[in-house]
Nanobody, 118 residues
Framework: QVQLVESGGGLVQAGGSLRLSCAAS????????MGWYRQAPGKQRQLVAT???????NYADTVQGRFTIARDNAKDTLYLQMNSLKPEDTAVYLC????????????WGQGTQVTVSS
């Protein structure tokens, strides 16, 4: 099993910044890709950014150039630096870890709320 705990959410004005953290523990050798997803009320969960064990990052078009995903393997922690925040970025942000076994190696944190006021 893998445990993921997010932190760093909060209320920020449009144009501001936040940094989310995701502390991972457990059978981390089973994880190959980690990522951030978000879910706004009444909307489907959507991918924000992912990063592989080798450091290859991928971003949704809506956050490209504003958000940066990073991982500190020594601390088993995933980060999401969010700059130039917009009201439409308001959502619960969830940390995810995936391994090679599709549908089995798929772990989620409980989420952290990000609210951007206009």
């Amino acid at each position: 099993q893998v445990q993921l705990v997010e932190s760093g959410g909060g209320l920020v004005q449009a144009g501001g910044s936040l940094r989310l953290s995701c502390a991972a523990s457990g059978r981390l050798f089973s994880i190959t890709t980690m990522g951030w997803y978000r879910q706004a009320p009444g909307k489907q969960r959507q991918l924000v950014a992912t990063i592989t064990n080798s450091g290859t990052a991928n971003y949704a078009d809506t956050v490209q150039g504003r958000f940066t995903i990073a991982r500190d393997n020594a601390k088993d922690t995933l980060y999401l630096q969010m700059n130039s925040l917009k009201p439409e970025d308001t959502a619960v942000y969830l940390c995810n870890g995936k391994g090679p076994r599709y549908g089995i190696d798929d772990y989620w944190g409980q989420g952290t709320q990000v609210t951007v006021s206009s």
